[in-house]
């Protein structure tokens, strides 16, 4: 059985994963809604400077599909605009909801096919408790669409604010919500290349944390296949999180497993530092070199006196060379496992 996360609520100096409590489910907007098909430079802080379009550049706005049926899925939200591509919270057919993703059939042959990889990846998953599983896909009226279950829950991504008021200081709360955290991705994680398929694009965006109960892997379009991988897909990639090899010139190599347990172990340094295991950049051939040349930062604080072997599991996880990286991902959370349950009681920086 996978760790569950914790759902009651914490006394202030103390932390849970805020779930319970917490509105709407797959893709949360983080954002004030933008509309037209204007362009801008948007700067995250977990990755690159970015130029995002408002809307397709093909005449068609995310708004315009807004109570307007594609294939019986009935769009009621937008939870994401990225040029040809939107995402929605969608009534079903039946009446339930359904996390509806579109792709305009005149947009980049590259997004169409990784719209179809994602499909793919999504059947190949089908049997995955924790991959959100596929209701529907095809094309309608100028669209390829692609329906998931929808699943309650906040991105990894927009707890990371709150984790980082928790992990600031020591707490046995904030070391459970770690461990917790840490073992139920893993575990996410190893089923998935269990069912022969490699995530990719593995970040805080793409993790969803259900209420009060298990990790959900969510955006396949960058995914690998056993058997029929791809080699041609121009793929994703969050450059603060994607392994060495993801970001090579092109053509770049088809991720493998290790692939995203470098990703995870960034995560987790992520989670627990407030900051990357590299030194940011906004560029793909900086942060390359950087993984190249420089080791990934110390653990630093009370989590590096806390769990005294942590740092040894990560940091082998994130070796630029994939084949010294642990064998497999159950090798890693075997480890990673270890490490965390050898934890010095009461431990404080």
């Given at each position: 059985?996978?760790?569950?996360?914790?759902?009651?609520?914490?006394?202030?100096?103390?932390?849970?994963?805020?779930?319970?409590?917490?509105p709407?489910?797959?893709?949360?907007?983080?954002?004030?809604?933008q509309?037209?098909?204007?362009?801008?430079?948007?700067?995250?802080?977990?990755?690159?400077?970015i130029?995002?379009?408002?809307?397709?550049?093909?005449?068609?706005?995310?708004?315009?599909?807004?109570g307007?049926?594609?294939?019986?899925?009935?769009?009621?939200e937008?939870?994401?605009?990225?040029?040809?591509?939107?995402?929605?919270?969608a009534?079903?057919?039946?009446?339930?909801?359904?996390a509806?993703?579109?792709?305009?059939?005149?947009?980049?042959?590259?997004?169409?096919?990784r719209?179809?990889n994602?499909?793919?990846?999504?059947?190949?998953?089908?049997?995955?408790p924790?991959?959100?599983d596929?209701?529907?896909?095809?094309?309608h009226?100028?669209?390829?669409?692609?329906?998931?279950?929808?699943?309650?829950?906040?991105?990894?991504?927009?707890?990371?604010?709150h984790?980082?008021?928790?992990?600031?200081a020591?707490?046995?709360?904030?070391?459970?919500?770690?461990?917790?955290?840490a073992l139920?991705?893993?575990?996410?994680l190893?089923?998935l290349?269990?069912h022969g398929?490699?995530?990719?694009?593995?970040?805080?965006?793409?993790?969803?944390?259900?209420?009060?109960?298990?990790?959900?892997l969510?955006?396949?379009?960058?995914?690998?296949?056993?058997?029929?991988?791809?080699?041609?897909?121009?793929?994703?990639?969050?450059?603060?999180?994607?392994?060495p090899?993801?970001l090579?010139?092109?053509?770049?190599?088809?991720?493998g497993?290790?692939?995203?347990?470098?990703?995870?172990?960034?995560?987790?340094?992520?989670?627990?530092?407030?900051?990357?295991?590299?030194?940011?950049?906004?560029r793909?051939?900086?942060v390359?070199?950087f993984?190249?040349?420089?080791?990934?930062?110390?653990?630093?604080?009370?989590p590096?006196?806390t769990w005294?072997?942590l740092?040894?599991?990560?940091h082998?996880?994130?070796?630029?060379?994939?084949?010294?990286?642990?064998?497999?991902t159950?090798?890693?959370?075997s480890?990673?496992?270890?490490?965390?349950?050898?934890?010095?009681?009461?431990?404080t920086?």
């Amino acid at each position: 059985m996978p760790p569950h996360l914790p759902t009651a609520a914490p006394p202030a100096t103390t932390t849970a994963l805020p779930l319970q409590n917490r509105p709407g489910g797959r893709h949360q907007p983080t954002a004030p809604a933008q509309h037209g098909p204007t362009t801008s430079r948007v700067t995250s802080p977990e990755g690159p400077a970015i130029r995002r379009r408002r809307g397709c550049p093909h005449g068609r706005t995310a708004d315009d599909l807004l109570g307007v049926p594609v294939a019986g899925y009935t769009p009621l939200e937008v939870l994401r605009r990225r040029g040809c591509q939107n995402v929605y919270r969608a009534k079903t057919p039946g009446g339930g909801h359904a996390a509806l993703k579109t792709t305009c059939l005149d947009a980049d042959p590259n997004a169409l096919a990784r719209a179809r990889n994602e499909v793919l990846g999504l059947r190949q998953t089908a049997t995955h408790p924790l991959v959100a599983d596929l209701v529907g896909h095809g094309n309608h009226d100028g669209l390829h669409y692609l329906a998931t279950a929808w699943q309650r829950g906040v991105s990894l991504h927009q707890l990371l604010e709150h984790l980082d008021r928790s992990m600031t200081a020591w707490s046995p709360t904030g070391a459970e919500v770690f461990t917790r955290l840490a073992l139920a991705l893993c575990h996410a994680l190893d089923g998935l290349h269990h069912h022969g398929v490699v995530h990719g694009d593995l970040s805080p965006r793409n993790i969803l944390a259900g209420h009060g109960t298990t990790i959900t892997l969510i955006d396949l379009d960058s995914c690998a296949r056993t058997g029929d991988p791809d080699p041609a897909l121009r793929r994703g990639a969050t450059i603060m999180y994607a392994a060495p090899e993801c970001l090579a010139p092109r053509p770049r190599p088809v991720p493998g497993p290790t692939a995203d347990q470098y990703s995870t172990a960034a995560i987790l340094y992520r989670v627990l530092q407030q900051r990357h295991h590299l030194p940011h950049a906004t560029r793909r051939a900086t942060v390359r070199e950087f993984q190249l040349t420089r080791p990934p930062r110390l653990l630093t604080g009370w989590p590096a006196t806390t769990w005294p072997g942590l740092a040894a599991v990560l940091h082998q996880a994130l070796h630029p060379d994939s084949e010294h990286r642990h064998p497999t991902t159950g090798d890693f959370t075997s480890h990673l496992r270890a490490a965390l349950a050898l934890a010095r009681s009461g431990a404080t920086p």
